[in-house]
C-alpha cells in the first residue's frame, strides 16, 4: 500500500451484489480521517486497522470515504426543513439538558457535540461498537440533507417530526407511554393525557406551543370581561350621577318652590 497518494486512484467495490467503479483522490491520511470522524462500526473497523487491510478493504475505506467527503449540493438560499429539529434541540441545550436525544417511532434522534447533524440510531436493532453492543446506527441528518441510507419508513417519520417536533413527540409519547425527550415512563395522568412530560416540553421550547396558547385565550376573555365590567361600570356612575343632580335639582326647585 503506498504511503502518500494525491493522484487519482480508481477502486472497485462490490455493494449488494453489485460491482461499483470509483475514482478516489484522497490521499490515505485523508481517508484516515475521514474514517476516524465516521459512525459507523465498520469505519471504525477500517480506520482502527488501516495500515493491514486486504486490497479490498482499502477499496472501501476509499469508497466510504469519499463517500462522506462528496461536496454536498447545498442551498443556503433556502430555509433548511429540518430547521425545527434542530431548533428543539438547540433550545435544550440552552437550557442546559444534558441528553440530548428525541424519540420518534422506532428511532432515536441525536445532535452532534456543535449541533450541526442528528445522527439517527435504530430503537430496536444493536450493532457491535467500541463499547460493546450498542443501538445500531441508520445514518444522519444535515440541516440542509437526509441521509440516502436511511430506509424510506425511517426518512417518512424523521420528515414527519421535522414539520412539527412537538406533535411527533406527543404522539411518540401517547404511543410508546414513555417520554420522547427523556425516555422516562409517563406516569403523571396529565402527561399521559398530552403524551410528554411538563419539564421536557419547556426544555425543548415546546412548553408555549400549547399551554401558554390556553393562558393567552384565558387572559384575553379575561381581559374582555374586565373591559365589559369597566364599560358598564362607568354607564352606571354617569347615569348615576346624571339621576342624582337631577334629583338634587329638582329637590333645591322643591325648596325654593316651598
Ligand atoms: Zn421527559
Known sequence: MPATITATQTFTVTVKGEVVTFTSTLSDSQV?????????????????????????????????????????????????EFEALFNAFEAAKAKGAKRLTLRFEGINVKPNRDLTALWVTSQTEKEQGNYGLQPKYLGKVTRQQIDSRLSDDVQQTIMLAANDPLNAAIRYGKVSGECSCCGRELTDPQSIERGIGPICATKFGWWCNWDCRRWLALSACTSLIYCLIDVSCIIICVNSWLFMREFVTNSWIRELSV
Do not use: C, I
Not at 67 to 78: A, L, R
Open 32 to 80: 484516515l480521517q475521514t474514517l476516524r470522524g465516521m459512525r459507523s462500526s465498520f469505519a471504525q473497523d477500517l480506520a482502527a486497522k488501516f495500515n493491514r487491510l486486504s486490497e479490498k478493504q482499502y477499496a472501501w475505506a476509499h469508497k466510504l470515504a469519499v463517500y462522506n467527503t462528496q461536496p454536498q449540493k447545498v442551498d443556503n438560499t433556502q430555509p433548511s
